[in-house]
């Protein structure tokens, strides 16, 4: 009943940059927070970065600096914007964004996933 679709990984030269998109879809009530996390080969799914609904934001060490989270409550979009792109950058972005939905007698919050988009950095 609710979908996230991530759109603009790719290829990318290391110094350089890439902005993703997450646009979440279906029978929302509301969004609260929302978030980027990343999976390389071999690795755990790791968070990236985070931002609530009045916009507060939380990113990993290794992002800090170079990554910045963004959201439009009106589009129930989410983007990051990747600065001096690391080769370890490289993995697949899952887009996460916890929604409030109505069930048969009561709504409920839940975690939804998109399906991801792979970044790879590299000369």
């Known amino acids: 009943q609710v979908q996230l679709v991530e759109s603009g990984g790719g290829l990318v030269q290391p110094g350089g940059s890439l902005r993703l998109s997450c646009a979440a879809s279906g029978s929302i009530i509301s969004i609260n927070d929302m978030g980027w996390y990343r999976q390389a080969p071999g690795k755990e799914r790791e968070l990236v970065a985070a931002?609530?609904?009045?916009?507060?934001?939380n990113y990993a060490d290794s992002v800090k600096g170079r990554f910045t989270i963004s959201r439009d409550n009106a589009k129930n979009t989410v983007y990051v914007q990747m600065n001096s792109l690391k080769p370890e950058d490289t993995a697949v972005y899952y887009c996460?964004?916890?929604?409030?939905?109505?069930?048969?007698?009561?709504?409920?919050?839940?975690?939804?996933w998109g399906q991801g988009t792979l970044v790879t950095v590299s000369p």
């Open positions: 996460k964004a916890n929604a409030v939905v109505a069930g048969p007698t009561y709504h409920y919050s839940m975690d939804y």
């Open positions: 931002i609530v609904s009045g916009g507060t934001t």
